[in-house]
């Protein structure tokens, strides 16, 4: 099992290498740079010559990318063009809010869709059901841009029941507990909006799983031994029925980081979504590479958690 | 501060501080919504009914459209957002006044020019304070001037130090201060300047900040001093209360201002996304907004808790000709083509009339604008037709498209970037207008902005659109020299250049202001004849607050930038 995990961290390193190799390129694809879009007739030409020397710009793709390569494993991040602050600051103060956003989206998303699904799936193609499975499908064809809209509308404009925008109250100066509730209503719209997807489909997922598992042999094997209704949900179906919503978790690490980016711009949330949007319109390619390889490094994080957990909650497999 | 600032979304941007005529081609230029004079006259808050009596307290809250970089000090700053907060906490040494001139006194009591106008003699006043309490005196000013001539100053403001002598040694570092500078007492300091300019003022970095939290750091470390990052010391009637990186920006009352103090007691900053701003405009949750769409401008003059006013931006959209290609040389095909574009249309339509159609490069509002090119080329598309037959284009073979004086088919490319919406919509209306008068346009794929400002200043296109946004001092160059960088037309013309010069150069244009404006006058006749461009059309800036807020002065510059007397704002004590 060690060995496998270490076979696999190792992967990485190739991986991200191509990851980097191709951004880069897609990057240096782009025609113009971070200072074509800031003409000034007052400046000098001879000021964007001096921004492009001193950022390295005027050197070739090849030895950009080595610059780029060699501070990189040396953790640093290069310098924004546009903050002109170490990239590894800039996510540094705003990593902290993307995953505290994250982490809300997933406690909403594990509460609810599970319970849903599993009520829709003890009442399958009862009144119930169909509003559940009609309200999911809403649900997943629903755009964030235009669920986060709706909500700030509803909730924030009509009955002002939640904030709109940023994490905290401007210049209310809390502290302590009060901030943290603080940030809680701050965090709702944005954390309902990024899993309002998710809690859809696995909403649904859990549905056919948990309706799935109900006609295996060994549930009715269950019920005719006699066991209570409640126990063999929990211990023959349920177990059963939610393997594979382990799986999901981890793979929807990497989606939830770079998932943030529409919903962080909607709701003025400083995360690294927010970042990197910005970073793309100023064509700031030290964040874009940076955000994007940690991003790729969270999905390929995810995908081995997605498989460990696996191992570890489904005695059946086994990792050599 | 006197600054231009790299604008991100907006097109233009009046204002003193706004020297320089800044275009962030990206979003900005772009974005602009700007535009034509409507209202230039300074207004109270609130539409008509006496407000009373001004009263102290309450708190106003604006809104960005992104989070500010963080860079709060004058010298540093790029960012659009940074700037906003700088407006009301540092104060510049003299403003503009209504008629664009630099008249009113700020931190300087009053200024004169040496009789060869190549020395300027400043004096401050005596009374003002950096909010730490320290006196503003000229070593702050001076320090201001040469941290941007520093060789280690990276940032783009060179240019305002640029004119004053010896600033080039100090910036390639060969000398350690700038020789043309010399302090007479704590309050007075004269300058001289490489040459006497009719706008040496007006491109005269303005703003000092504190030496003495500054004393000893490199321009390397100033940017990252928690001076410039966490407790910005300024000498606004706004001091900084908090800074919340990322997030917001709280300004407190300066009660030690030297003016009259501000009635408001905080100015709150908060990043509002664009989608949602409209709505919490009417909502009442953000007392400001600007850079409001045409389209938005009917429905929020409706609602009765909003003041909405427009006037004329200092920015406008244009169609360049690409003068490197010989088929764009005629000087008279370029004409007809101005002839030929309802431009009238345009404003009406796609800026349901918040805008102005232009004929010159100086807008409206400028005191350099050319009343006689008022009505230059109307829309007249059977005058275009006869220019164009008259000069040897003529259809031949019958497609309903002229051919070139050779008998040459002509097609022309119309390019454009993303970007503006209004512009973006432009573009086939123009191609459309074109073809009635017979000319075979075809309208390129969008570009993305950066690729398409490379592909104009390679000069790559036939026809293309874009923007300016202008500073208020009137000189073209910088766009408009045979050998400018940004002559995206590739227009080179001796007497052109020469005017350009003159305007700025010559001493009659230096001691009168009426003289130089009729040399503006000149050349911006010459230009409408060459046609290098054509000017489409100006677009207004559009702002709206609650009207809960009193006492706000509406000009050219909108309500919000420079300090714009924000001291004088206040709220009825039962709306605070």
């Known amino acids: 099992m060690y060995q496998y995990i270490l076979r696999r961290v190792l992967i990485f390193i190739p991986m991200l290498f191509l990851i980097s190799v191709l951004l880069f390129t897609l990057v240096q694809l782009a025609p113009g740079d971070a200072f074509t879009g800031q003409l000034d007739p007052n400046q000098d030409a001879r000021y964007y010559e001096e921004m492009r020397e001193r950022f390295g710009l005027d050197k070739s793709p090849v030895e950009q990318y080595l610059m780029w390569g060699k501070n990189f494993l040396q953790g640093e991040l290069g310098i924004s063009f546009r903050h002109k602050l170490p990239v590894s600051e800039l996510i540094g103060d705003r990593i902290g809010n993307t995953i505290f956003l994250g982490i809300c989206a997933y406690i909403l998303t594990y509460t609810l869709a599970i319970p849903l699904g599993i009520f829709s799936a003890q009442r399958p193609y009862s009144k119930w059901d169909y509003t559940l499975t009609g309200a999911a499908f809403v649900g997943i064809s629903m755009p964030s841009f235009f669920a986060g809209l709706l909500l700030i509308f509803l909730f924030s404009f009509t009955l002002d029941w939640f904030p709109f925008s940023g994490t905290v109250t401007a210049g209310a100066g809390l502290g302590g507990m009060e901030a943290f509730i603080d940030k809680l209503h701050h965090v709702i719209l944005p954390a309902i909006t990024l899993s309002i997807i998710n809690i859809a489909q696995y909403t649904r997922f859990t549905r056919s799983s948990v309706l799935a598992a109900k006609q295996q042999d060994f549930v009715r094997t269950a019920y005719a031994k006699g066991v209570p209704a409640s126990v063999v949900l929990r211990k023959h179906v349920l177990r059963n029925a939610l393997l594979p919503l382990v799986t999901l978790f981890g793979l929807d690490m990497g989606i939830l980081l770079s998932g943030a980016v529409i919903t962080e711009t909607i709701f003025s949330w400083p995360g690294i979504g927010q970042l990197l949007v910005e970073a793309i319109i100023n064509r700031d390619y030290p964040i874009m590479m940076a955000v994007t390889m940690l991003a790729s490094f969270f999905v390929l994080l995810g995908n081995l958690v997605a498989d460990i957990l696996y191992a570890v909650v489904d005695p059946r497999i086994r990792y050599e | 501060m006197m600054m231009g600032l790299i604008r991100i979304r907006q097109n233009s941007q009046g204002g003193r501080k706004m020297k320089r005529k800044i275009f962030s081609l990206g979003l900005a230029l772009v974005l602009g919504w700007t535009v034509a004079a409507c209202n230039n006259q300074a207004s109270p808050g609130g539409d008509g009914e006496d407000p009373g009596e001004p009263v102290d307290g309450g708190k106003v809250t604006m809104s960005m459209f992104s989070a500010p970089k963080g860079i709060f000090n004058p010298v540093f700053y790029e960012d659009q957002y940074d700037v906003y907060p700088l407006h009301y906490t540092f104060e510049d040494l003299w403003y503009y006044d209504k008629d664009l001139r630099l008249t009113i006194p700020g931190l300087a009591e009053k200024w004169e020019f040496s009789d060869d106008n190549q020395t300027l ?322 309208l390129d794929q969008p570009a993305e902005q950066g690729v398409f400002y490379e592909k104009v200043e390679k000069a790559e296109y036939e026809l293309f659109l874009a923007g300016w946004s202008l500073t208020p001092d009137p000189d073209p160059s910088g766009i408009w020299m045979s050998t400018d960088q940004w002559n995206f037309p590739r227009w080179e013309n001796e007497k052109s250049d020469e005017l350009i010069k003159k305007a700025v150069l010559s001493k009659e244009a230096i001691e009168d202001q009426e003289k130089r404006k009729q040399i503006y006058a000149e050349w911006t006749e010459l230009v409408s004849e060459e046609a290098p461009y054509v000017f489409l059309y100006s677009m207004n800036r559009i702002e709206a607050w609650n009207n809960r807020v009193k006492g706000v002065t509406f000009d050219w510059r909108g309500a919000i930038e420079d300090h714009n007397w924000v001291n004088e704002w206040w709220i009825p004590k039962d709306q605070q």
């Open chain 2, 121 to 442: 003699t400043i004096h401050l006043r005596k009374n003002a304070k950096w909010h730490d309490g320290e006196p503003i005196t000229v070593d702050d000013l001076i320090f201001a001037w040469e941290t941007i001539a520093h060789p280690d100053y990276t940032g783009s403001r060179l240019y305002m130090v640029e004119k004053i002598k010896g600033a080039e040694a100090m910036h390639e570092g060969e000398a350690d201060e700038l020789s043309g500078v010399e302090k007479v007492d704590d309050y007075t300091v004269k300058v001289t300047f490489e040459q006497a300019a009719a706008n040496t003022l007006a491109n005269l970095w303005a703003t000092p900040i504190p030496k003495h939290v500054y004393e000893g750091m490199n321009p390397k470390e100033m940017v990252k001093a928690d001076a410039t990052k966490k407790k910005p010391i300024g000498s606004g009637p706004f001091q900084f209360k908090e800074i919340k990186p990322n997030e917001y920006v709280v300004l407190e009352r300066n009660p030690d201002y030297y003016g009259e103090n501000a009635h408001l007691d905080q100015i709150v900053w908060k990043v509002v996304s664009q989608d949602v701003a409209i709505g919490a405009l009417e909502n009442g949750e953000i007392d400001f907004l600007t850079q409001i769409a045409p389209e938005e401008f009917e429905s929020l003059k409706k609602n009765e808790n909003l003041t909405v006013k427009e006037t004329q931006d200092f920015a406008y959209q244009y169609m360049g000709f690409n003068l490197t290609k010989e088929k764009l040389q005629d000087k008279k095909l370029r004409q007809a083509i101005t002839y030929g574009i309802n431009r009238k249309a345009m404003v009406d339509g796609l800026l349901k009339g918040h805008g102005t159609v232009l004929n010159q490069h100086m807008p409206q509002a400028s005191w350099a604008y050319n009343e006689e090119l008022k009505d230059a080329y109307p829309y007249d598309p059977e005058k275009a037709k006869k220019i164009l037959k008259e000069a040897g284009y003529e259809d031949k073979d019958g497609d309903n498209f002229v051919e070139d004086p050779e008998g040459n088919p002509l097609t022309l490319t119309l390019s454009y970037p993303t970007g503006n919406p209004v512009r973006e919509k432009s573009a086939p209306v123009i191609v459309q207008d074109l073809k009635k008068i017979g000319l075979n346009v075809k």
